[in-house]
């Protein structure tokens, strides 16, 4: 039994000495294409700097200011506009979990009653093909108080997402764990709880990933149209008012923003899902 | 090990899996014809047959998955169709392939039966531990499916089997998709266990050799699950002799020598 244990740990080895150097060298690979992405990063932003500097010469400011004035202006945002922000990112944060929710149990209801799941589909179908400026400004008819504004136009357009994947997820659900687990005849909830949820975690975080970019520029969009407290409604305010360094400084802060949130739920992904095998295509 | 009392090698007393004429057609073709057979408590039965023999659809009568056409089929006292839930923590199923949770490390593999069973989380662990170290995969409870060779993740599915006690083992094909000298061990190991445990097993496979290293008994099925022929092993396994003059037979009633197999 021992001898044949070494065997197993010394195939496993064999096995895993190629695969060892193969990961180090996609490591290496990858540690240099970092470098250049940040390097070209950083060429592209110098250069568009370099353009509005060039740009801000020839035309009047409230064309294009000088990357001097931008900086200036978000050091003053940065100073008295900060309950806008925190509106904006609270307004996010409300309607991205609410989204999640209600999206993930839509999804389960969609895939576990087959007697629902016509009629969920039709109007998770539906609800896609709805453009975004529609429920902006039916949500502005619809409903007095601001925020239950935003907050409608956010789930009416980020709920179907998350709906769509978990249903997509559970039908993708090996049938092997399925015979697997039932074999020791679990309750539905134990069902849900060892083999459904974890399966679909993975889905979750890959929607979220790819509606988080998207969910900001909603919320921006919506606070513009629906709202007077915001980043959405400042850019406004400071459109409106000829203020270009300012919905330039807001731009910036987005973009920003955008990153932040994008190295958050990777950072999520990578503490939820670390028992993933990394893979790497030669 | 703290395990239930079991009648060890007993065949006295009803029989855990029981079928009497069990019939099953899939659009209206006969898979299952007439098959009647007893495994008694403690005895090790390998179901031998070619593919599309039938052997999965009888496996999933008696697992519950699939219910019956006609006749009877009792497991464990119990309908398993019709009383599915009855047999909770009564039988457990080692498959073809190791379907190992990819998102639990080897030691939470490994206690998913016991969870289910309602087991306290501690002593799930405990025992899950003790399991491993049984199938010689101490030191690995930590790893993920992918970190573990082929060999050692079916080893993790057969500990997850066995911990939860059962009476009945169900083995799908488990040592079939191994290279020979991997399958060898763990058909070596899996019997030992087994034995030691007293455990009634009823194992599905295509391989000749399965059944003469594993069985007490073997049951050859044929088209439409028709048993072809049904012998005792327990002498095949210690003389050589017999092992052949049964190889023999079994091929013989199978049509022809399997080439599945490595001897």
Not at chain 1, 6 to 15: F, Y
Not at chain 1, 267 to 278: D, F, M, N, P
Not at chain 2, 157 to 179: G, H
Request: with cysteine.
């Amino acid at each position: 039994m021992q001898g044949f244990n070494d065997q197993v740990i010394e195939a496993a080895h064999r096995r895993t000495v190629p695969g060892s150097r193969f990961a180090a060298r996609a490591a290496n690979l990858l540690a240099r294409s970092t470098v250049r992405e940040t390097a070209a990063t950083t060429i592209v932003v110098l250069l568009l700097i370099a353009a509005m500097e060039v740009a801000s010469w020839y035309v009047p400011d409230y064309i294009m200011p000088s990357p001097e004035a931008v900086s200036a202006a978000i050091w003053r945002l940065a100073n008295t506009d900060y309950i806008h922000v925190f509106a904006t990112l609270g307004r996010l944060a409300a309607a991205l979990s609410f989204s999640l929710v209600a999206g993930v149990l839509l999804g389960l209801l969609m895939a576990l009653s087959p007697l629902l799941r016509p009629f969920i589909r039709s109007l998770v179908v539906i609800d896609t093909g709805i453009p975004a400026l529609s429920w902006i400004l039916l949500a502005v008819f619809w409903f007095k108080n601001p925020e239950t504004r935003i907050f409608f136009i956010l789930i009416m357009i980020l709920m179907p997402f998350y709906a769509l994947s978990i249903y997509d997820g559970f039908r993708a659900l090996p049938k092997d764990l399925v015979d697997m687990i039932e074999s020791f005849r679990p309750s539905q909830l134990q069902t849900l709880r060892y083999l459904i949820v974890p399966h679909l975690v993975p889905y979750v975080i890959l929607t979220t990933k790819s509606v988080i970019g998207y969910a900001t520029r909603m919320v921006i969009f919506a606070e513009l149209v629906a709202s007077a407290l915001g980043v959405g409604s400042r850019m406004g305010l400071a459109q409106s008012t000829f203020h270009i360094d300012e919905v330039l400084a807001w731009t910036f802060f987005l973009v920003v923003l955008n990153i932040v949130l994008q190295l958050l739920v990777t950072a999520i992904e990578k503490a939820v899902l670390g028992w993933r095998q990394e893979t790497a295509v030669r | 090990m703290n395990m239930r009392p079991t009648d060890l090698g007993s065949v006295v007393g009803a029989p855990v899996i029981s079928l009497r004429g069990v019939r099953k057609d899939f659009s209206g073709h006969r898979v299952v014809d007439d098959l009647s057979f007893d495994v008694a408590r403690g005895e090790i039965v390998t179901l031998l047959g070619r593919t599309g023999a039938g052997k999965t659809t009888v496996l999933n009568i008696i697992m519950g998955t699939t219910g019956i056409d006609a006749g009877a089929v009792r497991v464990a006292g119990a309908d398993p169709f019709k009383e599915f839930k009855s047999l909770k923590g009564r039988l457990s199923v080692a498959f073809q392939n190791d379907r190992l949770l990819p998102w639990r490390t080897t030691v939470e593999n490994a206690e998913l039966g016991l969870l289910i069973l309602g087991e306290d989380r501690k002593r799930a662990r405990a025992k899950a531990i003790e399991w491993l170290a049984n199938v010689n995969l101490a030191g690995a409870e930590d790893k993920y499916p992918h970190q573990l060779s082929g060999g050692m993740r079916q080893r993790v599915s057969l500990a997850r089997a066995l911990a939860v006690d059962p009476e009945l083992i169900l083995l799908d094909e488990s040592f079939s998709q191994l290279d020979h000298v991997t399958s060898r061990t763990l058909r070596r190991d899996f019997c030992k266990v087994a034995r030691e445990f007293g455990k009634t097993c009823l194992i599905v496979t295509h391989r000749i050799d399965d059944a003469l290293e594993m069985a007490d008994r073997v049951i050859v099925l044929g088209p439409g699950a028709r048993i072809m022929l049904e012998m005792p092993l327990a002498e095949a396994r210690i003389d050589q002799q017999t092992r052949d003059q049964c190889r023999a037979q079994i091929e013989t009633a199978l049509g022809g020598k399997d080439e599945a197999d490595e001897s």
